[in-house]
């Protein structure tokens, strides 16, 4: 799912991220409508401004802005500067705040803000997981990096193999070319490891 970046929220430049077991999506574009109705932080209502505070941030607006204050003191102090004489600019860089936080979150594994964590996701990973899907390789745990480069260059030459017989005019099944994770065991003994 898209939803907004910290590092360019106010261009609403967005990224893709996990959307299963989490609303950071969905918190992330409600806090990206926020900035775009409002002039600032003293704007926003106050029933719109009491659930922010109680449901994503879980902190006063103005506890925020201090801890952003003291994060921008020593990294950009310029950004302090702005957000005090702009009070848009205060607002994205709170708003900033929880996006940046979100991520951390996640890393950290910080239970208490499991529905707030930002996990990045492309593509690429949800078709990993379709292909995985019912092998051992479905389960993290079994996800060594060793075993999961072997299985992407096996199952990339198996393609690579297919499209070359077929390029020459052979007929090949479909079935010939559907490659499923193998143990590295397996791998290795095929290539005569």
Not at 18 to 35: I, Q, S, W
Not at 87 to 99: I, T
Not at 130 to 135: A, F, I, L, S, V
Request: charged letters at 25%; one cysteine or more; aromatic letters at 12%.
């Amino acid at each position: 799912m898209m939803c907004p970046c910290a590092d360019m929220f106010e261009m609403g430049v967005k990224v893709q991220v996990l959307k299963r077991g989490t609303m950071f999506p969905m918190r992330a574009a409600k806090l990206y409508e926020t900035y775009r109705a409002y002039k600032g932080l003293d704007d926003i209502p106050a029933g719109e401004r009491d659930w922010l505070e109680k449901n994503l941030f879980r902190v006063p607006l103005e506890d925020v802005w201090r801890q952003t204050v003291d994060y921008f003191s020593t990294r950009d102090p310029a950004q302090i500067e702005k957000g005090q004489r702009d009070p848009k600019h205060q607002m994205a860089l709170v708003f900033r705040w929880y996006l940046g936080q979100s991520s951390r979150w996640a890393n950290s594994g910080d239970p208490s803000r499991r529905l707030d964590y930002q996990i990045w996701c492309g593509p690429a990973m949800g078709a990993f997981n379709e292909w995985t899907r019912g092998t051992f390789l479905a389960q993290p745990q079994n996800r060594r990096v060793a075993t999961v480069a072997y299985n992407l260059l096996h199952g990339a030459a198996v393609f690579q193999r297919v499209n070359t017989l077929r390029s020459q005019g052979f007929l090949v099944s479909s079935e010939a070319a559907h490659v499923v994770p193998q143990e590295i065991n397996e791998l290795r003994s095929r290539l005569g490891y």
